[in-house]
Nanobody, 124 residues
Framework: QVQLVESGGGLVQAGDSLRLSCAAS????????MGWFRQAPGQEREFVAS????????SIVDSVKGRFTISRDNSKNTVYLQMDSLKPEDTAVYYC?????????????????WGQGTQVTVSS
């Protein structure tokens, strides 16, 4: 089992930045590709970003490309999502997830473990 705990969410204004963190425990962190997803009220959970086991490769959804960056620190068992130039449409609950894939992976069903989520609210 892998336990994932997200932190760093909050209420910010449009144009501000936030950095989300996801701390993992229970298994060897570097054996998992990691991803971030988000879910707005009444909408499906959607892919945001993913990073390979080593951190050498990433994948970012087009809607946040150039504003969001995913990274990881395997020595700290933590994956990050740096969010800059936030927009009201970025408002959602953000979830991190772990996959046994080696490279970045997009589909939700490729992820085996999920955190409880952290709320991000961007006011206009």
């Amino acid at each position: 089992q892998v336990q994932l705990v997200e932190s760093g969410g909050g209420l910010v204004q449009a144009g501000d930045s936030l950095r989300l963190s996801c701390a993992a425990s229970g298994r060897t962190f570097s054996n998992y590709a990691m991803g971030w997803f988000r879910q707005a009220p009444g909408q499906e959970r959607e892919f945001v970003a993913s990073i390979s086991r080593t951190g050498a490769a990433t994948s970012i959804v087009d809607s946040v490309k150039g504003r969001f960056t995913i990274s990881r620190d395997n020595s700290k068992n933590t994956v990050y999502l740096q969010m800059d130039s936030l927009k009201p449409e970025d408002t959602a609950v953000y979830y991190c997830a772990a996959s046994t894939a080696i490279l970045p992976v997009t589909p939700r069903n490729r992820y085996d473990y999920w955190g409880q989520g952290t709320q991000v609210t961007v006011s206009s």
